[in-house]
């Protein structure tokens, strides 16, 4: 019994080592923004999250959405571990590892979800929802490869929404092969605050929130943001340069001024209104305001999003029997316009194999008000045995443009 205990130890040792101590960020607070999958870590396009044994790992988040990368070498395998509620690792059952593999020249991904939560000790658990619903992109050099991955909710309610939340965050380049990792081995993750707006270098008694009418922008149209600032005249504050970072950056405005004068009450505004051109990839970008002045710049940003000019959001209402004894899911169809004018258009949508839309397929619609909205109901009948998460693809036509939402739901058998 001896040995094989000293044998089991040892085995043990060596798979905790990946995830031995603290894991230090370089910043707790983390900005929405959207990157490409592409496996190129380009100009403002990551967050940086740290830098571990010369492995340079990156995070940011998005409602419903968490990313992270890394580069590392090519004989490593990137496990990104995502304590969603940020409970600690072997809590609860909202722990989520990623992992990806470059073998033979190709990334190989896989999802695992940990079961904190039974009595016997925590086991690993499949999770194909939202291993089909994962989205990555990898390229490799001489001797390291970058990986990016983007793990998407698939309305399972584990992955934030909004800012606000804390969720624990670790990103590590391991020598095993991750399949190989026991359920019950500790990770130490860090805790990150999601937050749309971050401010840094501010002087004592400074205090700075942005306004927005809205946060989302259609490309094309024009997104006025403005900078509120509290403070005192006394204090070294020159000019501020406002701009968009990343991809945004070449395809809106950069504007210098001298900083305003505070008023009475001590505030000082300062409007950013740019337009963003028409051919602007979507996703979450970071709008920049650098003050000069100090000895070290104060740099505040906020998070805005770049949509389509049409927004679908999906809600089941009912899973019934009709008349005829079919299942029938039953769902509201939200359309939300993005965009200043009047938008006329038609969704189209397409199911999984045996399903069928009885309701509100290829229907056409108008939304009359300035980023207004309607409501279609759309009733799909699924197979009596349909059990698992399965894409739901709802396609809009607007003005010659086709705008392609995918939707995930997750649907039980009946028992018995």
Known sequence: MFVPILLAASLATIQERPFQGAFKVDQPLRLALTPKLDGKIEHEEWEALADVDGVKSYFEWEPNVVHAAATLPLDRSFVASFDLRGDG???????????????EGQAKATVKRLDGTRR????????????????????????SWTVEVSLVDVRTGLIPTSNGNTVGVRVDAIEPDPETLDAFLPRATAPVN?????GTGLLEGMKWKPELKFRRVAPGEEIPVRLNFEGKDEMP??????RSEGFLEKRSMTTALPFPKF????????????MVASDADSGWRVVRGTVSGPSSPIVVRTSVVVSPIVSVDLTRVRDEKNKAGARVLKFSLYLISNSRNRLD??????????????????KGFVIYQARGSVRRVIEAQ???????????????????????????????????
């Open 89 to 103: 690792w072997l809590n609860g059952d909202d722990n989520i590892q990623v992992a990806v593999r470059f073998v």
């Open 120 to 143: 016997d000790g925590p086991i690993w658990m499949d999770a194909p929802g939202l291993a089909d619903a994962l989205k990555y992109g990898a390229s490799s050099g001489d001797d």
């Open 194 to 198: 999601l937050v749309f707006d971050l």
């Open 237 to 242: 504050l020159e000019r501020i340069e406002l």
């Open 263 to 274: 008023d009475r009450k001590g505030r000082a505004f300062v409007d950013y209104k740019t």
């Open 345 to 362: 258009g038609v969704t189209r949508i397409v199911t999984p194999d045996r399903w069928k839309i009885l309701a509100g397929d290829d």
């Open 382 to 416: 699924i197979p009596d045995d349909a059990n698992g998460t399965f894409p739901f693809r709802v396609t809009v036509t607007v003005g010659g443009r086709e705008i392609e939402h995918t939707h995930w739901i997750t649907v039980k058998a009946p028992k018995g």
